[in-house]
């Protein structure tokens, strides 16, 4: 794949680009993801994905999770989606939309998205993502730093995100798009 660094790319060309090119597309940049995750982010993902898929079956939700690589088209409300510029593939996402579902991902702002911090780019998850979900108004957001074993919580207000909460892996982490759910890190045993 050969990427022009001028040009701004759209979800056009994203579906143009060869299945194993592993990319998202934010405010237009093609960002290339980093190489296989490790084994502490690979199971973060599957406890924190087991966890909130438990609780969904357990109160009959009408929430659906779902790990990378799964597409999210992030769009302006007047945005065609074919010229949207931003295609990302967060770690976990949660959306309770059905109608944002589609066969290749979800269209639109999912309710909940944690990224788990790789070492590539960890400015990526840390800033350009948070903007991004912040402007797309995504309600809440986990920053996930497997290396210091922290935990950032950004919850959705009227402004914008509120300053984030932080937890370590020593804690229990509510999720707010939830009354009674907790993520309980020191179970994991990580």
């Not at 660094?5 to 680009?17: A, G």
Request: net charge negative.
């Amino acid at each position: 794949m050969l990427i022009n660094p001028s040009k701004i790319y759209t979800y056009k060309d994203y579906l143009s680009f060869d299945e194993n090119d592993k990319v998202e597309i934010i405010e237009g940049e093609v960002i290339t993801m980093s190489p296989a995750p490790s084994r502490i982010h690979q199971k973060l993902i599957s406890k924190i994905l087991t966890t909130i898929e438990n609780y969904i079956q357990a109160h009959n939700g009408e929430c659906e999770v779902y790990p990378a690589p799964f597409d999210v088209i992030l769009k302006n409300d007047d945005e065609d989606i074919i010229n949207s510029k931003n295609i990302v593939q967060p770690d976990i996402s949660v959306i309770c939309d059905k109608n944002k579902l589609t066969d290749k991902g979800c269209t639109g702002s999912p309710d909940m998205i944690i990224e788990i911090i790789s070492p590539y780019n960890p400015s990526n998850d840390y800033v350009r993502k948070l903007n991004l979900y912040e402007k797309y108004k995504v309600k809440e957001y986990w920053i996930i730093n497997p290396i210091r074993k922290n935990i950032l919580v950004y919850t959705l207000t009227e402004n914008g995100y509120d300053a984030p909460i932080s937890y370590t892996f020593d804690d229990r982490v509510k999720v707010y798009i939830y009354e009674n759910l907790e993520i309980d890190f020191p179970s994991f045993n990580l």
